[in-house]
Antibody
Framework: EVQLVQSGAEVKKPGESLKISCKGS????????IGWVRQMPGKGLEWTGS????????RYSPSFQGQVTISADKSISTAYLQWNSLKASDTAMYYC???????????WGKGTTVTVSS | DIVMTQTPLSLSVTPGQPASISCKSS???????????LYWYLQKPGQSPQLLIY???SRFSGVPDRFSGSGSGTDFTLKISRVEAEDVGVYYC?????????FGQGTKVEIK
């Protein structure tokens, strides 16, 4: 079964760093993109960026460029989304999804809730 | 950035009746490879999003045939021929023609 398993909920303070993960199984991890999608409380979906674990090619939404870092460790079939200095406005649910090029996201993780509060 | 604009933003539908959602992009989504990179996703309450329609009109595996997508260039439509209770949620169009992808604002579909 193809699945993406995301790391658990996080509660952090402003200024702290964070790295959340998305582990793929049941398919060739290096042959598909992994996309990250943000959903702020009560709001819509926002594409954050994507990585192709096969060669680490990474793309970012202009809105998120410089704010987050996307990476992957293909040896353990895991993609990451990280922040160096969290803000309260980073509070959201973050989904990862398996993707083909062009926006075809066919398998989704259950999401990781990130809460940033002092 | 390509801007995706959906209308309406909410829809209340009687079961068994049709529903239609419009999505307009600020640029053509027709790629030089001949494909149009327009997708429809549904997020049911409390769930992760799920792929419904890819490349304008192709239904994803397991999606009922009451869902159909149409359109070209910059104007697209998702139609539900007969809405069922399980269709409630927020529908999003999304473009993937460029290296950066963007979602529409979402259309919330409720049952009357």
């Amino acid at each position: 079964e193809v699945q993406l398993v995301q790391s658990g909920a996080e509660v952090k303070k402003p200024g702290e760093s964070l790295k959340i993960s998305c582990k793929g199984s049941g398919y060739s991890f290096t042959s598909y993109w992994i996309g990250w999608v943000r959903q702020m409380p009560g709001k819509g979906l926002e594409w954050t960026g994507s990585i192709y674990p096969g060669d680490s090619d990474t793309r970012y939404s202009p809105s998120f460029q410089g704010q987050v870092t996307i990476s992957a460790d293909k040896s353990i079939s895991t993609a990451y989304l990280q922040w160096n200095s969290l803000k309260a406005s980073d509070t959201a649910m973050y989904y990862c999804a398996r993707a083909l090029g062009g926006g075809y996201m066919d398998v989704w993780g259950k999401g990781t809730t990130v809460t940033v509060s002092s | 950035d390509i801007v995706m604009t959906q209308t309406p933003l909410s829809l209340s539908v009687t079961p068994g009746q049709p529903a239609s959602i419009s999505c307009k992009s600020s640029q053509s989504l027709l790629h030089s490879d001949g494909k149009t990179y327009l997708y429809w996703y549904l997020q049911k309450p409390g769930q992760s999003p799920q792929l419904l329609i890819y490349e304008v009109s192709s239904r994803f595996s397991g999606v009922p045939d009451r869902f159909s997508g149409s359109g070209s260039g910059t104007d697209f439509t998702l139609k539900i021929s007969r809405v069922e209770a399980e269709d409630v949620g927020v529908y999003y169009c999304m473009q993937g023609i460029h290296l950066t992808w963007t979602f529409g604002q979402g259309t919330k579909v409720e049952i009357k």
